[in-house]
């Protein structure tokens, strides 16, 4: 057609036209949108297909000649991490007004070629043969952007990830606190008993946030104890180097996958709330077990090249002995927690796990505490006042204002209930009435019965007594109720039935 320019593409339609076709001039000229005289030319050779051509000169000026050899090469010379974007505005502050953002694609070019011509080399990753039974990885990764409820209430935690790097199969656990000795190890064992056997070589990160915060001592102890865990398994420990993920890969990579994995179950699921921690833990271990199905012919191979268990498990626990307060209480990892009163002045040997503190007497279990992590390193508590509610009942005005006021009050639920009593009631008889209220919580084990049924009273104007709170509510538990107590009746036999049991064994009791 006149006045436009004939293209390759019509060129090459017009030739398969003709040729393949056998379609007349005309015919592959108007297929083609060419004109007769032009199809001539193109059978004649005069018009053929144009090669494409690198242009190698410019169209317009360069707007950076006079700063990019004297100050945009300098820099990237001497600091080659540099990108385009902080040396485009740095270019911009120093030379107001004069490059507009409007040239900052066409500087990101200009230096992305730079590098690529004359700066440094980059990571080259090797990538490795996998044999079976080699290799076992661990790491650990948060659920970003999912949030996990227990029972209504966001579950702060984080998984502990085991893969084996050549079948891929894996094992999940959740984690309570951070990156511990104590969770790589409880976690670790779990899986290699789930599996039934160990790899030859167990690989992590570089452990830095177990490691943070550490003097050089704790340090030492925490790579010594790692090093002793590896070889109860016959495992060689190794890392790789700091800040290098990708030496970490069959593991780090399969984060995503697995994370992907959770959220689509969740979705499915229709909730993200569970009844419990167990049951989510639960959960979790049908979906990682689905999950693992698809590696089962792979994993059949690895496990004849994985070594033997030893016959048992080794400490996953960091130990610590402490002494109890006069006070009923213990510092572990800048949390207090408190203890039975009867415990105070023992020594305890705890041993700190990922979600629980066990404290020994001796040889003998004394008690299992929930474990608390401390936010932002700040310190942090966890009272229980079924410790504590013994010693406060037989002097209740220490309540108003102990340093565990707060804690000792269960929820907000008794928060409020404390805050009305105290406004309606004389102080002595307010702290009176709280403290009785907790001791029948704890007695008749009906904190939440008993925390609702309060709220609605006062809400309606009404402060129940003592007596008839303990008539309602004592004895839900386990404890019997006064009402059982006061059924129970007895008969006073006359002496001369037991005369006749005696017979003639003995003197007539009457006799005496």
Not at 51 to 64: L, V
């Amino acid at each position: 057609m006149s006045g436009k320019r004939i293209t390759s593409e019509q060129v090459k339609f017009y030739m398969s036209s003709r040729k393949q076709q056998q379609r007349t001039q005309a015919q592959a000229s108007a297929k083609a949108g060419v004109s007769e005289r032009s199809g001539r030319r193109i059978d004649h050779g005069e018009i053929g297909v144009l090669s494409p051509k690198e242009r190698r000169w410019r169209t317009r000026a360069d707007p950076f000649a006079a700063v990019w050899d004297s100050e945009i090469v300098r820099r990237l010379e001497r600091q080659p991490r540099l990108d385009a974007t902080t040396l485009f505005e740095d270019l911009q502050d120093r030379h107001p007004g004069v490059y507009a953002n409007g040239r900052k694609r066409t500087f990101q070019r200009r230096v992305k070629a730079w590098k690529a011509l004359h700066g440094a080399d980059k990571e080259v990753i090797f990538r490795q043969v996998q044999a079976p039974g080699r290799q076992g990885l661990s790491d650990f990764t948060a659920l970003k952007g999912i949030v996990v409820t227990i029972a209504g209430a966001p579950l702060v935690h984080r998984l502990y990830h085991f893969r084996l790097a050549y079948s891929g199969w894996s094992h999940v656990k959740v984690v309570l606190g951070g990156e511990s000795y104590s969770a790589l190890a409880e976690g670790l064992q779990e899986a290699l008993w789930r599996l039934g056997g160990a790899p030859l070589e167990h690989r992590t990160d570089s452990l830095s946030a177990a490691y943070k915060n550490l003097d050089a001592e704790a340090q030492a102890d925490l790579t010594e104890r790692y090093q002793q865990l590896c070889a109860h398994y016959r495992m060689q420990a190794t890392r790789n180097n700091r800040g290098v993920s990708h030496e970490n890969g069959a593991v780090e990579s399969p984060h995503g996958h697995l994370k992907r994995r959770i959220a689509q179950a969740l979705l499915l699921r229709e909730s993200f709330d569970f009844a419990s921690l167990a049951d989510y833990r639960q959960w979790l271990d049908a979906l990682l077990l689905r999950f693992n199905r698809r590696c089962a012919e792979a994993l059949s191979i690895e496990r004849a090249h994985l070594q033997a268990l030893p016959q048992r498990r080794t400490g996953d626990y960091s130990e610590q002995v402490v002494g109890v307060t006069t006070s009923a209480t213990i510092a572990v990892k800048r949390v207090l927690y408190s203890v039975p009163a009867r415990l105070i002045g023992e020594r305890l040997r705890l041993q700190v796990f990922d979600d629980r503190i066990e404290g020994f007497v001796g040889a003998s279990l004394a008690i299992t505490l929930p474990r608390v992590y401390s936010v932002n390193h700040e310190r942090a508590r966890r009272i229980d006042y079924r410790h504590l509610i013994g010693a406060l009942v037989r002097k209740p005005q220490a309540f108003r204002y102990s340093q565990l006021r707060e804690e000792l009050l269960p929820n907000a639920t008794y928060r409020a209930i404390w805050q009305q009593l105290d406004r309606q009631l004389e102080p002595r008889a307010a702290c009176k009435r709280i403290v009785g209220i907790l001791a029948l919580a704890a007695r008749g084990d009906c904190e939440q019965a008993l925390g609702a049924y309060l709220l609605e009273q006062l809400a309606a104007g009404t402060i129940p007594s003592l007596p008839a709170l303990e008539q309602r509510f004592e004895g839900r538990g386990d404890a019997p109720t006064r009402t059982d107590l006061a059924a129970v009746h007895s008969t006073q036999h006359p002496l001369s039935s037991y005369d006749r049991l005696l017979g003639a064994h003995g003197p007539s009791l009457e006799q005496h």
